[in-house]
């Protein structure tokens, strides 16, 4: 069975730093699709960053960056020059074509300090 | 253009009762999804649907259920409500639910259903 772990509830991280956020998956597809969701407090939830499993290329989007490491199903989102309005929950997410399903983890609430 | 709408926002019952919630996906958007949002498991995948077929459906009991319109509107249905049924439901919306297009997926802000 496809399954997604985040193995932190929940992290801090100074303002202007970097953090960055685990994300496991466990999954006999080939070709397959990763995202990272944020969901801040009593807000919408919004796609971040996704990566498609056949590119090798890391996917990044300003400040948001992923390492994926395909072999070891492994896809962390690491969050440059963090802000304020970076606090929120993290949700990693994953699915394959045609399922029309996306699993995702429990979620990784990051606080950033001022 | 609109985001994604949900109603009721907010939502309290009783055990054994049934609730229907609604979700109104962007416009041009024809696939529909919902999901379960509690805090100890995440977002957990109910049904999707398209042009009014159900694509694929999570391992929910059959007291949940769904059904998508015409107009891509689509309503979760819950019967015979428990307490362990208290939780955000979220709707997202998509073009066509087809990843190879490098569609996204956008989130209404949720429905938040207490049970009693």
């Known amino acids: 069975a496809q399954t997604v772990t985040q193995s932190q509830p929940e992290m801090s991280v100074q303002e202007a730093e970097t953090v960055t956020l685990s994300c496991t998956y466990d999954?006999?597809?080939?070709?397959?699709?990763l995202f990272w969701y944020k969901q801040p407090p009593s807000r919408q939830m919004i796609l971040v960053i996704r990566?498609?499993?056949?590119?090798?290329q890391n996917a990044t989007e300003n400040r948001f960056s992923v390492n994926f490491q395909k072999a070891a199903k492994s896809f962390s989102l690491k969050i440059s020059d963090s802000q304020l309005g970076d606090t929120a929950m993290y949700f990693c997410?994953?699915?394959?074509?045609?399922?029309?399903?996306?699993?995702f983890g429990t979620g990784t609430r990051l606080k950033v300090l001022a | 253009k609109a985001g994604v709408t949900q109603t009721p926002r907010y939502l309290i019952k009783t055990r054994g009762q049934q609730v229907t919630l609604s979700c109104s996906p962007i416009?041009?958007?024809?696939?529909v999804s919902w999901y379960q949002q509690t805090p100890g498991q995440g977002l957990q995948f109910l049904f999707e649907?398209?042009?009014?077929?159900?694509?694929n459906k999570g391992n929910f009991p059959g007291r949940f259920s769904g059904r998508q319109f015409s107009n891509s509107r689509s309503e979760m249905n819950v019967s015979t409500l428990e307490l362990g049924d208290s939780a955000l439901y979220l709707c997202?919306?998509?073009?066509?639910?087809?990843?190879?297009?490098?569609?996204?997926?956008?989130f209404g802000p949720g429905t938040r259903l207490l049970v009693l």
């Open positions: 997202a919306s998509s073009l066509e639910g087809q990843q190879r297009f490098q569609e996204t997926q956008y």
């Open positions: 999954t006999s597809e080939n070709n397959y699709y």
């Open positions: 990566q498609e499993a056949y590119k090798q």
């Open positions: 997410a994953y699915t394959t074509s045609g399922t029309y399903k996306y699993i």
């Open positions: 416009s041009g958007h024809r696939s």
């Open positions: 649907y398209f042009s009014e077929t159900q694509r």
